[in-house]
């Protein structure tokens, strides 16, 4: 079937094609019944306008993109969630895009959507260095997402990781415990954020006198259930094991978790556990997630907010780009606090 234009919308509305086309980007001066008319035959037709066309001619499409690393993890669904939300508010649309970290994947999200299309993207890398993305970008407004060390010419939204890393750690040893491990180490990826968490524990660990142990600091191929698990499992074989563990995310801990109730362990009796990001699953697990909590809906209204003024401003001179730290809390909850019965 032939894509219906705005010849045939006009046609069966009996105005110009102008009409139609001030009717479709709702200019003031026309008139109610005229307006009326149009919109009628436009769902008619089922009529949908060319974004590609209209922003050659000079427009926005009101469309952006999100590339984020993996669809199915809970925190980057519900940062998506927030970028949506954000985008909806302002009647923009946004396509989503997995890259799964690949360097390939993550050059087709930086290129791949030519500028005709989309507005601005949103991404958030874990292989392509800084210089690499500012080497492949286009004139479009992009503002980077992660925990990643940027040479100020990309605008990026990123959280405290040293700091909510401290906290989560001096929590820990707030309760008493004193041979903490932490779980989530990647010494070999690209993004910074498992060197910063880990800078953030040795801070916490110093500060309160104890050593940190090599033993007790796990490396982790991913943030996920299993790695988690395994981990654990490894640092419950030690002859010394640990009485709490900081994991770098909470889809981490909760792997973890099942790994100290399999060996018949008690949390936080015998072991305490701190995750980070405060997803959803966390609030319902048993027992609940105690965890640092980034702003996520902070991260995804900053987001889109920045895209905006950046699309409002027009092309920038210079490599002068903003820096937004969101906030944090530390979430306590039973997996570092003990429910008393009665």
Not at 281 to 300: A, M, N, Y
């Amino acid at each position: 079937m032939a894509q219906v234009g705005l010849r045939q919308v006009a046609a069966l509305a009996g105005v110009s094609i102008k009409t139609v086309s001030n009717v479709i980007n709702d200019h003031p001066h026309v008139t109610a019944a005229t307006r009326a008319k149009v919109e009628q035959a436009i769902r008619q037709l089922d009529y949908r306008p060319n974004l590609y066309a209209r922003s050659l001619r000079g427009g926005r499409s009101n469309v952006i993109a999100l590339a984020i690393p993996i669809l199915d993890s809970p925190y980057f669904a519900e940062v998506a969630r927030s970028v949506v939300g954000a985008a909806a508010r302002r009647g923009w649309t946004v396509f989503i895009d997995e890259t799964e970290g690949d360097p390939r994947r993550e050059f087709n999200a930086i290129k791949g959507l030519g500028p005709h299309l989309i507005d601005g993207l949103i991404f958030s890398p874990l292989a392509l260095s800084s210089a690499d993305i500012a080497n492949q970008r286009d004139a479009r407004p992009l503002v980077m997402l992660g925990e990643r060390c940027l040479d100020g010419s990309i605008d990026h939204i990123a959280i405290d990781n040293v700091g909510a890393a401290q906290v989560a750690t001096a929590h820990l040893i707030s309760l008493g415990r004193r041979r903490i491990a932490a779980i989530g180490d990647q010494p070999f990826v690209a993004t910074d954020t498992a060197r910063l968490r880990v800078a953030g524990y040795r801070a916490a660990l110093a500060e309160a006198g104890l050593a940190a142990r090599g033993e007790l600091l796990k490396q982790t191929d991913a943030f996920t259930r299993e790695e988690g698990a395994r981990a654990m499992t490894e640092l419950l074989a030690l002859t010394e094991r640990p009485d709490a563990v900081f994991c770098f995310s909470d889809v981490l801990a909760i792997g973890a978790m099942r790994a100290i109730h399999d060996h018949g362990l008690h949390i936080p009796a015998d072991i305490a556990i701190v995750g980070f990001d405060d997803i959803a699953e966390g609030r319902f697990s048993f027992p609940t997630l105690s965890t640092i909590s980034p702003q996520k809906d902070q991260i995804g209204e900053m987001a889109v907010s920045l895209l905006e003024r950046r699309l409002d401003e027009g092309p920038r001179a210079g490599p002068s780009a903003e820096e937004i730290v969101v906030n944090y809390t530390l979430e306590v909850r039973e997996s570092t606090h003990a429910v008393r019965d009665g």
